[in-house]
């Protein structure tokens, strides 16, 4: 298990367990059930690199309390 750290930069930080081997868009199903917004519209991004749905954390090399920029579409 390891806890990523979301934040929105607008007052919002979401703390998040998860797998490795779950993809970006069930750690954005996580987020989702926490913030209550729709999965859908949420983007999540490292400095430029938007995180794509299908690929999996381990690929991206997101590691245990590693901090994300969370957006919103």
């Known amino acids: 298990m ?3 750290v979301c934040n ?3 007052g919002k930080k979401v703390r998040v367990k998860c797998n490795g081997d779950d993809t970006v868009g069930d ?7 926490q913030t209550g917004t729709n999965w ?3 983007v999540l991004k490292k400095w430029y690199n938007v995180f ?3 690929i ?4 991206y090399e997101i590691h245990d309390g590693m901090n994300i ?5």
Do not use: C, G, S
């Open 2 to 4: 390891i806890e990523v």
């Open 8 to 10: 929105d930069r607008l």
């Open 27 to 33: 750690l954005k199903k996580l987020i989702a059930a």
């Open 40 to 42: 859908e519209k949420i």
């Open 52 to 54: 794509k749905d299908h």
């Open 56 to 59: 999996t954390l381990d690929d």
């Open 69 to 73: 920029e969370l957006y919103y579409n």
